[in-house]
C-alpha cells in the first residue's frame, strides 16, 4: 500500500488547499523547503494523521490560525499497486476515517524522525556522566514492538508491571508475583536490546567509523523499602577504535554522534510490527552531518528501506540538488520545492509541481483570493527572469549579502542583454515596468485587494508574454 496523493487544506502554515500528487506507483517524496515555508508542516499532516488513528490528536488544535471561517482537513489516497482501486481516508474536524486497521496498523510501525529526535541519544544527556535510553527505548522507539509469545506490546507489558500494586516487605506472595512480571519483562526487553545492537552495528558500519556500541541493561528491580521500580537504566556505552570512551557524547563530534543516533532509531525502525502501509520520514535529520557523511545515509535508505515509502525533507539547497540527482533515475522519487512568502495578513506556502507558479495564480485569482495571486505571480516573474540569466550567463549585480539580491538585479541585466538581442518590445518592458510596481513588487500586498480584477488578469498576460518571449 502507498500513498498517491496528499491533499492538506487549512493545516498548521498552509492556508487553502494543496495537493501533492504522487502518482498511481506511489512515490517517494523529496522536499526542499525554506525555514518557514511549511515542509515541516508537511511532515506534521503525515505523522499526526497516522497517530489521530489512537486519538492522539484533534484536527482543530492544528488549524490554521488565520483561516478561521473554513474549516480544513487532510485526505490521504492509498493504492495498494498501481491498478487497484483508490482509498481515500479523511482527518478533519467533524471526520476521523482514520481508526481503520491499516491506519492504526501503520502509526505503530511508522518511522518519523527529525533533527530534535537525534538530540536524546546525546545532547539532552551533556550535563551527565552517562547516557541512559531506558525511556526513550521503552517508551518511544521500542513500545510498539511486540513479544512473539504473549502477543503484547512492549508498551503493554512495561505499563502491566508499572501499574501493578507495590505490596509491603512482608506481603511475600505478592512480591513473588511482582518480581515474576519484572522477571518476564526484563528478559522481553533484553532480547530486543540484543536485535536493536546488532542492527545499529550493522547500520553504524555504513558510515564507515570505526565505532561500536553497547546497550547494557541490568534489568529494573523492586526495592522493597521504597516501594519504588530501580534501575530504568540502559546505558549507551561506545568504543572508538577499540577503545571505551567514557562520556562519548562529550568526546565524540556531531557527526559520529548523529551517525549513532541515525543508526539507533533506523534499527529501531526495522524491528517494529508488520504494517500494510510502512512509511518513513525524516525531516532535516541530517543538518548535524557534513556532505560525505549525509551520503551513506542515501545507501542506508535503499539497502534497508526499500519497501517503505520514504519522505525526505530538507532546507539545504545543496543536499537537495545531489539526493534529487541520486534519486532522479528509475521513477521511483518526486521532487518538489517550497518557498516561504509574506502578505501583510499572514505568511503563505509557496508550492506547486513541477514550478507552474502562473497556474496556480489563476487559480487563486478564480476564487477571488488577490494576494496569495500576487504572491504566485510574483514567484513566477522571478523564477522566469532567475532562470534565464542563468541559462545565458549574464552578469548580475554583486551582492556581499546574496540575500539582499532581488528581482531588479536579474530584470536590469536582461534589459541590457535586450539593448543588443532584442529580445523583448518596448511595449512588453513598459507593462512589465508597469506591474512591477503595482502588483509584481512585495511591498504591494498591503495595497492589492483595492487593485482591480483586470489588472492582475493584465499582469498574469503581461507575465506569460515574457515567459513565452525569453523562451
Known sequence: MRITKIEIRNFRAFPGSYHINLRKAGKNL????????????????????????????????????????????????????????????????????????????????????????????????????????????????????????????????????????????????????????????????????????????????????????????????????????????????????????????????????????????????????????KILALDDVLIGLDMSNRLPVLDILEAYFADYQIFLTTYDKAWYEIVKQRTSHGGKWKSVEFYFRQTDEYEIPVYVEDKAYLDKAKEYLEVNDYKACAIYLRTAFEMIIEEFCESKHLPVKYRRDPSKQDSQDFWDAIKIENQTATLLSQGLINDIELYRSRILNPLSHATIANIPKKEIEDTIEAVERLKTALG
Not at 59 to 70: A, G, L, R, S, Y
Not at 207 to 223: A, E, I, M, S
Not at 224 to 253: C, G, M, W, Y
Open 30 to 277: 523529496l522536499v526542499y523547503g525554506e525555514n518557514g515555508s511549511g515542509k515541516t508542516s508537511l511532515y506534521q499532516a503525515l505523522k499526526f494523521f497516522l497517530e489521530s488513528s489512537e486519538g492522539s490528536h484533534r484536527f482543530k488544535e492544528h488549524q490554521n490560525i488565520f483561516i478561521t471561517n473554513d474549516d480544513g482537513h487532510i485526505k490521504l489516497h492509498l493504492r495498494a499497486n498501481p491498478g487497484a482501486n483508490e482509498q481515500v481516508y479523511e482527518w478533519s474536524q467533524n471526520v476521523r476515517e482514520t481508526n481503520d486497521a491499516l491506519i492504526i496498523e501503520a502509526s505503530k510501525a511508522k518511522g518519523f524522525l527529525d533533527y530534535k529526535n537525534l538530540l536524546e541519544t546525546h545532547y539532552v544527556h551533556r550535563e551527565e556522566e552517562n547516557v541512559n535510553v531506558f525511556k526513550l527505548l521503552v517508551d518511544n522507539l521500542l513500545v510498539n514492538t511486540v513479544n512473539p509469545v504473549t502477543n503484547r506490546t512492549l508498551g503493554e507489558e512495561w505499563k502491566s508491571v508499572q501499574q501493578k500494586p507495590r505490596p509491603r516487605r512482608n506481603a511475600k506472595t505478592k512480591i513473588a508475583e511482582l518480581e515474576t512480571e519484572i522477571e518476564t519483562f526484563n528478559g522481553e526487553l533484553k532480547r530486543r536490546l540484543e536485535i536493536l545492537q546488532a542492527k545499529t552495528s550493522e547500520i553504524l558500519q555504513k558510515f564507515g567509523y570505526n565505532v561500536t556500541l553497547n546497550l547494557d541493561f541490568q534489568g529494573v528491580t523492586y526495592n522493597q523499602d521504597e516501594k519504588t521500580l530501580d534501575n530504568q537504566k540502559i546505558s549507551l556505552n561506545v568504543e572508538f577504535f577499540d577503545r571505551d570512551i567514557p562520556a562519548h557524547h562529550r568526546f565524540l563530534n556531531e557527526a559520529k554522534l548523529s551517525a549513532i543516533a541515525i543508526a539507533i532509531y533506523f534499527s529501531s525502525i526495522l524491528i517494529q510490527p508488520e504494517s500494510g502501509l
